[in-house]
């Protein structure tokens, strides 16, 4: 089962994404399907995606499967399973292009880019709005005042 998490940024300024202006103060968010917990997808945000620009980065993909540190959408590397000395193990293959299907290794796979979808964000006015109390969704992220914060649907604090 998938700990599915919401990732989101409250906009510092007025800022144009998606080709649309958004308001100071407007939340922007997408969700991640798979390892949403603080240990996986929270301390990789805090890690890799510090700053308000790289999570504009980040989330201007749209919706996504999983979230690594790269976003780039470029081939290289990716784990496949493979019989080594009468065991088996994940062993590391070339993958020229990465897809939904064939992910490279440590690489963000959206489902518009990689899957064909239609891009998709959500767009909130408040925090209330944004954490709501949705059953399906185990954690929310959200880059506020230059750090991350977590909310497990109610009052957000820094991890």
């Given at each position: 089962?998938?700990?599915?998490?919401?990732?989101?940024?409250?906009?510092?300024?007025?800022?144009?994404?998606?080709?649309?202006?958004?308001?100071?103060?407007?939340?922007?968010?997408?969700?991640?399907?798979?390892?949403?917990?603080?240990?996986?997808?929270?301390?990789?945000?805090?890690?890799?995606?510090?700053?308000?620009?790289?999570?504009?980065?980040?989330?201007?993909?749209?919706?996504?499967?999983?979230?690594?540190?790269?976003?780039?959408?470029?081939?290289?590397?990716?784990?496949?399973?493979?019989?080594?000395?009468?065991?088996?193990?994940?062993?590391?293959?070339?993958n020229p292009v990465h897809s939904f299907a064939t992910p490279t290794k440590d690489e963000t796979v959206y489902y518009a880019r990689d899957r064909g979808e239609h891009i998709q964000w959500d767009v909130d006015t408040s925090m209330k709005s944004y954490a709501c109390a949705d059953g399906m969704i185990a954690?929310?992220?959200?880059?506020?005042?230059?750090?991350?914060?977590?909310?497990?649907?109610?009052?957000?604090?820094?991890?």
């Amino acid at each position: 089962m998938a700990t599915r998490s919401m990732i989101g940024i409250r906009l510092t300024a007025n800022t144009t994404m998606f080709g649309k202006e958004y308001k100071k103060g407007t939340i922007i968010s997408v969700y991640c399907h798979s390892d949403g917990y603080p240990e996986d997808v929270g301390a990789r945000l805090q890690r890799t995606f510090n700053t308000e620009a790289k999570a504009i980065e980040l989330i201007s993909g749209g919706y996504m499967s999983s979230c690594y540190k790269k976003i780039t959408g470029a081939g290289g590397v990716r784990n496949e399973m493979q019989q080594v000395d009468g065991s088996w193990k994940y062993v590391e293959v070339p993958n020229p292009v990465h897809s939904f299907a064939t992910p490279t290794k440590d690489e963000t796979v959206y489902y518009a880019r990689d899957r064909g979808e239609h891009i998709q964000w959500d767009v909130d006015t408040s925090m209330k709005s944004y954490a709501c109390a949705d059953g399906m969704i185990a954690y929310y992220y959200i880059f506020k005042d230059g750090i991350w914060k977590v909310s497990q649907g109610s009052s957000f604090r820094k991890f």
